[in-house]
């Protein structure tokens, strides 16, 4: 079991940044792929951000290529999404998952509760 906590989302005008953390705790936690994902109301989950468990493998949606960067500290057992040039079109509920391998797809094994980042224009 890998249990997920994210913090770090909130209110920011367009143009800000934002960096959001996730803890992982658990048996597996520290050799597991992180994903970051976000929910906008109405919409179904999309794929954000993944990274390896070593980091070698990192994969970013088209949407936030060059603006967002996933990152890791394994000695932590936390992951961070830093989120900069933010539009009003990243509001959304963000959620980190973990699983064995990297995938950009949403079948991942553990989810946290997710953490709200609006983003007013």
């Known amino acids: 079991q890998v249990q997920l906590v994210e913090s770090g989302g909130g209110l920011v005008q367009a143009g800000g940044s934002l960096r959001l953390s996730c803890a992982a705790s658990?048996?597996?936690?520290?050799?597991?792929?992180m994903g970051w994902f976000r929910q906008a109301p109405g919409k179904e989950r999309e794929f954000v951000a993944a990274?390896?468990?070593?980091?070698?493998?990192?994969y970013y949606a088209d949407s936030v290529k060059g603006r967002f960067s996933i990152s890791r500290d394994n000695a932590k057992n936390t992951v961070y999404l830093q989120m900069n040039s933010l539009k009003p079109e990243d509001t959304a509920v963000y959620y980190c998952?973990?699983?064995?391998?990297?995938?950009?797809?949403?079948?991942?094994?553990?989810w946290g509760q997710g953490t709200q980042v609006t983003v007013s224009s």
């Open positions: 998952a973990a699983r064995r391998r990297v995938a950009t797809t949403t079948d991942y094994d553990y």
């Open positions: 658990g048996r597996t936690s520290s050799s597991s792929a």
């Open positions: 990274m390896s468990w070593a980091g070698a493998t990192i």
